[in-house]
């Protein structure tokens, strides 16, 4: 939890599993709704130019979607979905729940929903109604199928019932994984097969366990593909997975999670959530001057992202990342004022 760029259709789209939740509990206590952001939104930044290569099959774009993962959010942010102050973080959280380790992920269908959220769900809906119509008249264009599962994920996002989020994940499911046998080697596919994944596992409960090593391998794959990829979506996501996955029980490793969250700045410094994923985490772990180098990095970035990721495909994102920017320089301030 994102690429920013416009694709054949014309519309930009957002990418970002906040990369991605994964596992949620079954419940809704608000002890349970703390985010994490599977990033996210695939949609070109205005005023950048296509690149070539690597990064220019990085930048095919999404429409604008928060999240996040699973990395995602968090993988998924997020990538990249929380409600902190009443916004929506694209990223995922784990916690430990009956002994065992569970990916959580507030959902929109415990507690209000945010102005931005409420815009992005028509929008979710119109993006993908014509990714729908192109893939069923293109069933055998990859493109067209990578694109559809994109639309999955961001529709996923807008979803207000279990049932309805799990339906739509398996449509973005199986729209991945027919492109994946005739194309193995497509970033996107892989990609957004790992943050469809999310997405059903958040509808899951424990059994999304299983779902995580599922998420890690995709995600693994297009680091060897497309590392660029949705602003480094890829080592965004793995970053938030093994950061707040336990380390007993499941994938947790503070280095591995130091080290994909800091190849995602590396790779795509001009993306906020990059950042504010390192920041957190550095946080977490008790490096404060780390956290105070990154922020003002950050801060330094704000206003060319302001004018950069903009629109309607961007409004959630700014409406999770602004809150987080606000809560950090806070915390820092603070830890300022400390004898």
């Not at 599977?38 to 429409?63: E, F, H, I, V």
């Not at 694109?147 to 996002?157: E, P, S, V, Y």
């Not at 366990?209 to 996501?237: C, I, P, S, W």
């Amino acid at each position: 939890m994102a690429l920013a760029t416009t694709n054949s259709g014309g519309w930009s789209q957002r990418a970002h599993l906040d990369t991605a939740t994964a596992l949620r509990c079954s419940g809704g206590h608000p002890a349970c709704r703390r985010a994490g952001h599977l990033a996210r939104r695939n949609s070109r930044p205005a005023g950048t130019q296509r690149s070539s290569g690597r990064q220019d099959a990085a930048l095919y774009g999404r429409q604008d979607a928060r999240r996040y993962m699973v990395a995602v959010s968090g993988c998924a942010r997020s990538q990249r979905l929380s409600r902190e102050d009443g916004t929506r973080r694209g990223i995922l959280t784990f916690c430990l729940w009956a002994g065992l380790g569970c990916l959580l992920q507030m959902n929109p269908v415990f507690g209000g929903t945010s102005m931005a959220e409420k815009d992005f769900a028509p929008y979710a809906r119109t993006a993908y109604q014509q990714a729908e119509k192109r893939y069923q008249t293109q069933p055998l264009d990859d493109e067209a199928a990578w694109q559809f599962a994109r639309a999955c994920f961001d529709l996923a996002d807008a979803a207000t019932t279990r049932a309805e989020r799990a339906s739509i994940a398996e449509r973005g499911i199986a729209a991945s994984r027919q492109v994946i046998i005739r194309a193995p080697n497509l970033a996107p596919a892989h990609y957004y097969l790992g943050m469809s994944l999310a997405q059903l596992a958040q509808t899951k409960g424990l059994g999304a366990l299983k779902l995580v090593t599922q998420m890690e391998h995709e995600f693994t794959l297009v680091l060897k593909l497309d590392e660029h990829f949705d602003f480094a979506g890829a080592d965004r996501n793995l970053g938030l997975l093994y950061r707040d996955a336990p380390a007993i029980g499941s994938i947790g490793s503070r280095s591995k999670a130091r080290q994909h969250l800091e190849r995602a700045v590396e790779l795509a410094p001009q993306y906020p959530e990059n950042y504010l994923n390192l920041i957190e985490a550095y946080l977490k772990w008790g490096n404060r001057a780390g956290a105070r180098g990154e922020l003002r990095a950050v801060e330094v970035l704000w206003p060319s992202a302001r004018t950069n990721f903009v629109g309607a495909a961007w409004a959630s994102s700014w409406a999770d990342w602004q809150p987080r920017l606000e809560k950090l320089q806070k915390e820092q301030q603070t830890s300022k004022e400390k004898p």
